[in-house]
């Protein structure tokens, strides 16, 4: 039994997080045009099972000044409250902003906030590290949005399957 607990414990350690993405904007439909974003776009580099939805106002940009990724181009809005609806709850672990504030909700509950202030240098902020939203909405105008890490979650059935797996394949090598 003490094998048990650290096993199972390693299992779900592994497993909080069914997969992650960093999410840049390099496949931007127009090329960082400044053109608005249809809110059926899926930026590449989501965990394979999320989707997302943008709402009204967002717009593609180029970046002017590089985040150290391969992409220039990044995402902002041209009035506040524009958000980024997930099909499912994530863990946004971090992202980078530009001149405003963004707010992480859960069915509508807010549940993080991320700021940076005004002045146009690129901010990694990472409050929202280990709590799920399913919602990002930005509150200030002119706002940039670059770089997310998005964490999907598995489902609990998943998280005791994998725990049921570890209990039977140590006790079967007990055997």
Same mark, same amino acid.
């Not at 002017?64 to 992409?71: A, I, K, R």
């Given at each position: 039994?003490?094998?048990?607990?650290?096993?199972?414990?390693?299992?779900?350690?592994?497993?909080?997080?069914?997969?992650?993405?960093?999410?840049?904007?390099?496949?931007?439909?127009?090329?960082?045009?400044?053109?608005?974003?249809?809110?059926?776009?899926?930026?590449?580099?989501?965990?394979?099972?999320? *989707?997302? *939805?943008?709402? !009204?106002?967002?717009?593609?940009? #180029?970046?002017?000044?590089?985040?150290?990724?391969?992409?220039?181009?990044?995402?902002?809005?041209?009035? #506040?409250?524009?958000?980024?609806?997930?099909? !499912?709850?994530?863990?946004?672990?971090?992202?980078?902003?530009?001149?405003?504030?963004?707010?992480?909700?859960? !069915?509508? $509950? #807010?549940?993080?906030?991320?700021?940076?202030?005004?002045?146009?240098?690129?901010?990694?902020?990472?409050?929202?590290?280990?709590?799920?939203?399913?919602?990002?909405?930005?509150?200030?105008?002119?706002?940039? $949005?670059?770089?997310? *890490?998005?964490?999907?979650?598995? !489902?609990?059935?998943?998280?005791?399957?994998?725990?049921?797996?570890?209990?039977?394949?140590?006790?079967?090598?007990?055997?």
């Amino acid at each position: 039994m003490s094998r048990i607990l650290p096993a199972i414990a390693a299992v779900l350690g592994a497993a909080t997080y069914a997969s992650a993405g960093l999410v840049t904007f390099t496949d931007l439909p127009n090329g960082g045009n400044e053109s608005a974003i249809p809110t059926s776009y899926q930026p590449a580099g989501l965990p394979a099972s999320v *989707t997302t *939805t943008f709402g !009204e106002g967002w717009l593609e940009g #180029p970046a002017e000044e590089s985040l150290g990724f391969d992409d220039d181009y990044y995402i902002f809005i041209e009035y #506040p409250s524009s958000t980024i609806a997930f099909s !499912e709850p994530v863990d946004v672990s971090s992202l980078y902003l530009i001149n405003g504030s963004v707010v992480g909700q859960l !069915e509508g $509950v #807010p549940v993080a906030g991320w700021s940076a202030t005004a002045g146009g240098t690129w901010t990694e902020v990472t409050v929202g590290d280990g709590l799920l939203i399913d919602e990002l909405v930005v509150t200030s105008t002119f706002a940039a $949005v670059d770089a997310l *890490t998005v964490n999907a979650v598995p !489902e609990p059935v998943a998280l005791s399957t994998l725990a049921m797996g570890a209990i039977l394949g140590l006790r079967r090598r007990r055997a």
